[in-house]
Each structure stands twice: as structure tokens, then as C-alpha cells.
């Protein structure tokens, strides 16, 4: 069964630090393009960051660009997503999804048409 799995989620005050991991079993990582996405409550889906199926290319969104930093450890089979400098807006649900496509090996986009996703770890940053 193919099937991705998030951690690394919690509660942590504003300006602290989490880093979520996302881990595929059922099949490898290798060449898959990854990208994260949260839901608040009452929000719609937003997409947070993705890396290509290479690992060369990476995009953040605007809200999140200079705090977050997703890598991949194919290796471990894992993609990680490395959030500094938290604050309340980014509480939500954090969602990772992978895609074989091959136009996401050299470039990666945050839409909703990614073939696997996670159920998702709960982020809260609050004091």
C-alpha cells in the first residue's frame, strides 16, 4: 500500500522552530517531485513548498520564503519541511503530497493534482 506519513508536528510559541517530516512507504521517494501544503480551519488549502523530483529545484510561497526550507533525504526516504520563525498564521494542518510526473523532475508546482498525499500533522504556534 502506497502511503505517506507525516510527524514532527506540535504546539510551539511564536518565533520557535518545528521540523516536519513526511515518510513514503510502499514505494520510494527517488524522482518524485514532494510539496507541502496546509489547511487552517475555515481556510482554504494553501500550498507551502515543493522540491523536484531531482531535488534541484525548490519553491516556497511568499508567506512562508526565508523561514521555511524543505529538503529531501532519498535515501531515508523522507522529505522534510524545516519551519523557523513560527508565528500564530502559520497554525494549521500541514499536508505533504507526492507526484511521479515527469515535468516535475526539474520543476515543481503547489497544486491540488499531486498523486498521493499524507493525513496531515497538526502545527500550532501559540503562547
Known amino acids: 500500500q502506497l502511503q505517506l506519513v507525516e510527524s514532527g508536528g506540535g504546539l510551539v510559541q511564536p518565533g520557535g522552530s518545528l521540523r516536519l517530516s513526511c515518510a513514503a512507504s510502499g514505494f520510494t521517494l527517488d524522482y518524485y517531485a514532494i510539496a507541502w501544503f496546509r489547511q487552517a480551519p475555515g481556510e482554504e488549502r494553501e500550498g507551502v513548498s515543493c522540491i523536484s523530483g531531482s531535488g534541484n529545484t525548490t519553491y516556497y510561497a511568499a508567506s512562508v520564503k526565508g523561514r521555511f526550507t524543505i529538503s529531501r533525504d532519498d535515501a531515508k526516504n523522507t522529505v522534510y519541511l524545516q519551519m523557523n520563525s513560527l508565528k500564530p498564521e502559520d497554525t494549521a494542518a500541514y499536508y505533504c503530497?507526492?507526484?511521479?510526473?515527469?515535468?516535475?523532475?526539474?520543476?515543481?508546482?503547489?497544486?491540488?493534482?499531486?498523486?498521493?498525499w499524507g493525513q496531515g500533522t497538526q502545527v500550532t504556534v501559540s503562547s
Open positions: 503530497a507526492a507526484d511521479n510526473d515527469p515535468l516535475l523532475f526539474r520543476l515543481c508546482v503547489l497544486y491540488d493534482e499531486y498523486d498521493y
